[in-house]
């Protein structure tokens, strides 16, 4: 389909699938974000009478968001039916043989599906980015896991731990709604004040109306007046369009408040520091009458949740462990030096001449490397 949303119902042999029904059987009750060899071995092979959601979505996909969660409920122990996820983005060869397909690549067959049966699924929704906008820095764990893996280092998700994780966690310890921003709203929709990229984290949680949260991370598209208008409304429980305000006051969440970043060349500008979030955190920290709760760094929080993970105490030697980066304030700042944590402070990125002035981090290194090997000999 060209905007995306579709679900099939999958049970018997893939040789009778019809366009609204595939087949298959699986013996439990979740397949999340399933692989084409997923697909293969519980849609195909296994030849299981119980039948199987089939469910295929997009990140970007507004109704998805809102959807996925209900899927996940009328497919809980007991209801008779498994259920499998499938992004169609990362797995186009499969969707196309039941012809879903992400944002339309000619006008004219986003005219002719919007006639069609899954036209329903579709309304209201624009297509997703074409590519990652450069300043996006933010990502989603598993997309951030799979570029480690290209990279040949191996991980897992339980040895990450990202400033956007962090937020989805804090909201899911509150059982927060959000509001997250999107380029094209559109009514009785969640916005996006996140990359697509970043939004994946929250792709499995409800987002519709009455928002009680706002989250925000560096997406620059989503910093025109009326999304940041309407996060302004959420958070001072104004009238937004036909959605009743939240009952308590929403939060204002943010994965950092960092005034700039070291960006690539784009458009009229050459490679050098750009605008971080940290302005509009302020703007809507002031707008607002809030104060934003800050969960990644330099936040003692984020720093003793990546203790826990390592298995250290919170209570460590001061120097046993380092933190590493370009940015005195916003890597090195007060969280690192209330736990005691080495501040090794690296001239590349974001670092400009004089930033360590003042600032007094306990080292300072040209490159990362070099700390390596620094460490390296003190330690032969």
């Known amino acids: 389909m060209s905007l995306l949303r579709s679900s099939r119902v999958a049970s018997g042999s893939l040789r009778t699938a019809t366009r609204g029904f595939t087949s298959s059987a699986i013996r439990r009750d979740h397949f999340l974000n399933a692989s084409d060899s997923e697909f293969k071995a519980r849609c195909v092979d296994d030849k299981s009478d119980k039948p199987v959601l089939v469910d295929f979505y997009a990140t970007w996909c507004q109704p998805c968001r809102v959807l996925t969660p209900l899927l996940k409920e009328v497919t809980e122990p007991g209801s008779g039916y498994d259920l499998m996820t499938i992004n169609v983005d990362d797995h186009p060869d499969l969707a196309g043989q039941f012809k879903d397909q992400g944002a339309p690549d000619r006008p004219e067959r986003h005219a002719a599906r919007r006639q069609g049966a899954d036209s329903a699924c579709c309304a209201g929704r624009g297509p997703p980015p074409q590519s990652q906008?450069?300043?996006?820095?933010?990502?989603?764990?598993?997309r951030l896991l799979k570029k480690l893996g290209a990279m040949g280092l191996s991980a897992t998700q339980d040895e990450l731990i990202t400033s956007i994780g962090a937020c989805r966690a804090l909201c899911e310890k509150r059982g927060l709604r959000y509001v997250l921003f999107a380029p094209l709203p559109t009514d009785n929709s969640p916005y996006l004040l996140l990359s697509p990229e970043a939004a994946e984290e929250f792709a499995n949680v409800p987002t519709s109306p009455p928002y009680d949260a706002v989250v925000i991370g560096l997406h620059p598209p989503s910093f025109a007046y009326e999304p940041l208008n309407t996060a302004f409304r959420v958070l001072t429980r104004e009238p937004l369009r036909d959605a009743q305000p939240a009952q308590k006051k929403p939060v204002l969440i943010a994965p950092h408040t960092a005034a700039y970043l070291q960006a690539p060349a784009e458009g009229a500008f050459p490679a050098g520091l750009s605008l971080g979030i940290g302005a509009y955190v302020a703007a809507l920290e002031t707008a607002a009458n809030t104060k934003a709760e800050v969960v990644g760094k330099p936040t003692r929080a984020f720093f003793e949740l990546a203790l826990e993970k390592l298995g250290l105490q919170k209570d460590v030697e001061k120097g046993e462990v380092a933190i590493v980066g370009d940015d005195?304030?916003?890597?090195?700042?007060?969280?690192?030096?209330?736990?005691?944590?080495?501040?090794?402070?690296?001239?590349?990125?974001?670092?400009r001449p004089g930033d360590e002035d003042g600032a007094q981090p306990d080292r300072v290194h040209e490159t990362f490397a070099d700390f390596v090997d620094a460490l390296l000999q003190e330690h032969a």
């Open 328 to 351: 005195v304030k916003n890597d090195l700042g007060a969280g690192a030096r209330e736990l005691g944590l080495q501040r090794v402070l690296v001239k590349t990125g974001k670092y």
């Open 133 to 142: 906008d450069p300043l996006c820095v933010l990502e989603s764990e598993p």
